[in-house]
Every structure is written in structure tokens, then in C-alpha cells.
């Protein structure tokens, strides 16, 4: 199974993305939870502690690699589209409570249509993870929908879209499906966080087709706590873990 989580920044899609992971870590699962938001925030919301987690550079921060792999360098404009990533997830992942973490990075690039050698390895990692893997793959995207434009995520099982009950998150969510769609990928859901009472879940119901909408997370201070302290909220919230929970359920009937 391969997930996607995006949405707009600061919906909290890491906490979901995190949590989870570590549930079908539980499981028994194979995971591999990889980070493709340039304020890579993940480790810490699996659990890993802030001195391993700086200890991580993204594959496409790594110079050398990219050069190896690709041909590319300052000597030769020409390079591989196809480069070999097979080994990267076992080669340059971290794990911790059973998940494991591959820190992809982004590409940093003032348009959508970048094709370069570090584009050429996201892709090719990401393509690597959705079609050669049996590992349950959640990735946690950057915030927006760049990564959709770049098309390095058209192989996907499904988005999950995290929002707020707010205008906004919901237009992001209608713009992910509609993006989704033109990359073959049928299944958009939706999460909504930090819900805080009747009158927002009913304002989620009213703009999210009941069919798309997985269920609720209900705000929470316990997860700000774990935040300060650079804790998984998963140990740290039994109710963000059981309403999650929920959620993962509905996510397996519809498999």
C-alpha cells in the first residue's frame, strides 16, 4: 500500500503521516515512511531524537550521490534518466519503532517543470518505492502542490489530504483531486485535524463528499506537548492515537 499525505502547511499532516506509520509498525508491516517536505519534520514524529535526526542529509542534498548515479556533473550536462536507486531505502533509511525513515528532500527550483539530475532522482526513488516495494510507503509531501506538478507522485494508491475546517484547506483538498485525477490517481481522501467541536465537523461534511472524508482529529493539546518536548505524539496522546486508529480502519476496508 502506498500513501501520499499532503496538504497545505501546518494542517498537521506530519502527526498524521507519523502516527500512521508507527500503527502499522504494530502491525508487523514493513514501513517505510519517507520524508519529502523540505522542513523535514518527520523523524521527530516517529520518535527519532533530535542528534540522529541531524546526522541525516537528504538524498537530494547528496552531491556525490546524485553525480554517481546520474553521470551528472560540472564536466557533463548530459546524465541518466534512469539512474539505480533499488538500494537507496535500504542503504540510507534510519529506523526507529519499527518504521523506517528515508529523508528524500525536495527539489528547490523556481518552476514546476524542473527537470534535473536531482528531479531525476526523487522521481526515481519515488516511482522505486510505489512499484518495487512491499513495504507499506507513506510519504509525508511538501506542504502545497508542487510535488503533483512534477508528477513524482502519479503512481500513488491514494492522497490522503489533511485540512483544517477552513475555506482554504478545503480548496486545497478540491485542487489535489482534481490534480490527482490527470495523474491516474483515483482515490483522494481527506482528513480533517484540529476539529474542535459539532460546528466544525459539520462545516467538513457540508464541503467533503461523504465518501471522501476518512474521519476527524479533534484539536489536542497533548500533541503540542509532544511537539516541545520532540516526542511522537504517539506516545504521548491515547486519543490522537485511537482516533487515528479509526481512521487507519477505514482505510484497510477500502483496500
Known sequence: MKIAVTGKGGVGKTTFAA????????????????????DANLGLALGFDEETLDSIVPITKMRKLIEERT???????????NPKVSDIPDTYSK??????????????????????????????????????????????MEAG??????????????FIVVIEPGARS????????RLADDLGVKQVRV???KVRNAEDEEFV??????EDLLGFIHYN????????QGKSPYDFSNTVKEEITQIKNIIDQGL
Open 145 to 158: 502542490l508542487e510535488h503533483l506538478g512534477r508528477g513524482t507522485t502519479e503512481s500513488m494508491d491514494q
Open 19 to 38: 502516527t500512521l506509520a508507527r500503527l502499522y509498525a504494530d502491525e508487523g508491516k514493513h514501513v517505510l515512511a519517507a520524508d519529502v517536505d523540505p
Open 71 to 81: 553521470g551528472a556533473g560540472e564536466d557533463n550536462q548530459f546524465y541518466k534518466l
Open 95 to 140: 529506523e526507529v519503532n519499527g518504521v523506517k525513515l528515508l529523508v528524500l528532500g525536495t527539489v528547490e527550483t523556481g518552476g514546476g517543470g524542473c527537470v534535473c539530475p536531482e528531479h531525476v532522482m526523487l522521481r526515481r526513488i519515488i516511482n522505486n518505492l510505489v512499484l518495487h516495494r512491499d513495504d507499506v510507503v507513506i510519504m509525508d
Open 205 to 210: 461534511r457540508s464541503r467533503i463528499p461523504a
Open 191 to 193: 482528513v480533517a485535524n
Open 170 to 177: 478545503v480548496q486545497t483538498y478540491k485542487n489535489v483531486k
Open 221 to 228: 493539546t497533548e500533541v503540542m506537548d509532544a511537539d516541545r
